[in-house]
């Protein structure tokens, strides 16, 4: 077949592009089963038509002959093209290990860059790439001549493609050997180097580790400190002009995250004039470029802001959704499918209370405390709690009393964080308590702690002897699965609130008996009531 297609020197474009598609599908399907010299004289065939079918057809070539080629050479040659015939083969081609790493030293570093941005391929691989470093990959010069330099003609002495089929079959003898150990991880990294294609989306860096930058787009700008840049960029880039100093964001490793300053130029083909992409450096910002009183980085909480940030998109589309179902904007719907949209409105409701907790206790680890006017009646506060909390209680047949002991009970919190506290911490608790079971509690103000208020609650039964250790457990939940636990885990809310506690000044205890919700107090020191006795837990 194939001394066939070469014996028939295809004199036009339409018959250079058929031999093209013909000896590329022999060689990705038969190539295993081909005798060398017929493999060599195709390869050689291939390389010197390259030049004279089009970018678009190789294009597509790759995209139909990646995902059936087992073939090693072909799958070469074509990651030697041009980079967008590069990754449309490197995409997609599923190669045995041994020939994957066989074939990477015969490929270029943008064809590496692509397959380092795979997570499909085998461990071997992963740490053979790992193993080359970044000074593997390159930035490809738009003026060179890929096809030319990748392989030369046979006469001119060994191609690489002759060399590849040599490095196959001595793998293959030495099977077993273990490719090279991965290099140590860099030390903090000040500045790299980067790519985008045409739609502004990362696909080379160099300089850092690639998971943190490749795949970021500079095209749109990124929302409520999510990884990605700012509008400058991406206005910028509407009109392909240079980008001075633009801000970016990026989430990995400890030497990777954090705020970055960046510089690009937009880049166009020289031969067609088409745009194809922005070329670019970055560095870490100077402390002149930082906002007074904000740390240059500031680490803490990235990875929960980012949680909140993608948590909220989606309910509140689930959540809106909903409510045009259950309110019949669009036309009639049956009661059976209105009574599932107010459940699913409901239940968004109380996911996005908790979303606002999670958001308030990452606010209040990164900033001061309250300022010293903040304060709230926590006699008041208990009271509006329990009356949110109504059909909670009756839900879970869960009865409440908690008696006032002392005052006034003026604290030196916010209400709205009060609130949150003291209705997260009932809640979390009514969730583990037996049906028809009181929870019963002290709001205290103790002359013995003076600069503190406190809001004790007896332990419900199922965690009456459970130590402190396993509460504070994110994935403990008492009998295997508490009513709550599939919304907000027992550990975790107890966690949670012990981090409002302690950000406002206080913190939660968790006694032998009780938990105990400790505030500061505002009430001056002439209020307190000096017969109140000490409560025991």
Request: charged share 20%; proline share 7%; aromatic share 4%.
């Amino acid at each position: 077949m194939i001394a066939t297609i070469l014996s028939q020197a295809p004199a036009d474009r339409r018959s250079r592009i058929a031999a093209w598609r013909q000896l590329s599908d022999i060689l990705a399907q038969r190539g295993n089963q081909l005798l060398d010299a017929d493999i060599r004289r195709a390869l050689h065939a291939l390389a010197l038509l390259r030049p004279q079918v089009p970018e678009a057809v190789r294009r597509d070539c790759a995209r139909s002959i990646a995902r059936h080629s087992r073939f090693a050479p072909i799958v070469a040659l074509y990651a030697n093209d041009v980079p967008a015939v590069s990754h449309a083969m490197l995409r997609d081609a599923q190669l045995a290990e041994e020939d994957w790493l066989a074939l990477l030293p015969a490929t270029g570093p943008m064809a590496r860059s692509f397959l380092a941005a795979r997570d499909d391929l085998p461990a071997g691989v992963r740490r053979a790439l790992a193993s080359l470093g970044a000074a593997s990959v390159a930035l490809p010069q738009p003026d060179r001549d890929i096809p030319a330099e990748a392989l030369v003609p046979a006469e001119a002495g060994p191609s690489q493609i002759s060399e590849l089929v040599r490095r196959i079959d001595k793998y293959q003898s030495s099977r077993g050997q273990r490719p090279p150990a991965p290099r140590p991880a860099p030390s903090l990294r000040e500045s790299f180097l980067f790519e985008t294609g045409p739609d502004g989306v990362v696909h080379w860096v160099e300089g850092i580790t690639r998971g943190a930058v490749i795949g970021l787009s500079i095209a749109e700008a990124a929302l409520g400190g999510e990884p990605g840049t700012d509008g400058v960029a991406a206005g910028a880039f509407r009109q392909r002009a240079e980008m001075i100093n633009a801000r970016m964001i990026l989430e990995g490793g400890e030497s990777d995250s954090g705020e970055w300053r960046f510089s690009a130029l937009p880049w166009f083909d020289r031969a067609t004039g088409q745009f194809r992409g922005y070329r670019g450096s970055a560095r870490r910002p100077q402390r002149n470029e930082i906002p007074y009183g904000l740390p240059v980085e500031d680490e803490a909480g990235d990875s929960i802001r980012q949680l909140i940030h993608e948590l909220r998109s989606p309910l509140n589309a689930i959540s809106g959704f909903a409510q045009i179902i259950s309110g019949q904007m669009f036309g009639p719907v049956s009661q059976a499918y209105r009574a599932m949209a107010d459940t699913i409105v409901a239940d968004a409701a109380a996911v996005q209370a908790i979303i606002d907790d999670l958001q308030a206790a990452t606010r209040a680890a990164a900033e001061p405390p309250e300022p010293a006017g903040a304060a709230s009646d926590l006699e008041a506060v208990t009271a509006a709690v329990e009356r949110d909390l109504a059909p909670l209680l009756a839900e879970h047949g869960v009865g409440i009393s908690i008696s006032r002991i002392g005052g006034p009970f003026r604290a030196a919190v916010d209400e709205t964080a009060a609130r949150r506290m003291i209705g997260r911490l009932i809640t979390a608790l009514v969730d583990v308590s037996e049906s028809n079971a009181p929870l019963v509690g002290q709001l205290l103000a103790d002359p013995a702690q003076k600069d503190m208020l406190q809001l004790r609650i007896v332990r419900p039964v199922a965690i009456r002897f459970t130590p402190a250790r396993d509460l504070l457990d994110p994935s403990y939940s008492p009998e295997g699965d508490a009513p709550g636990a599939a919304i907000l885990s027992l550990g975790f809310s107890l966690r949670l609130v012990d981090s409002l506690a302690r950000a406002a000044g206080g913190h939660l205890d968790i006694g032998h008996n009780a938990l105990t919700l400790h505030l500061p107090s505002a009430n001056p020191a002439s209020a307190l009531d000096s017969t109140v006795q000490r409560q025991g837990d």
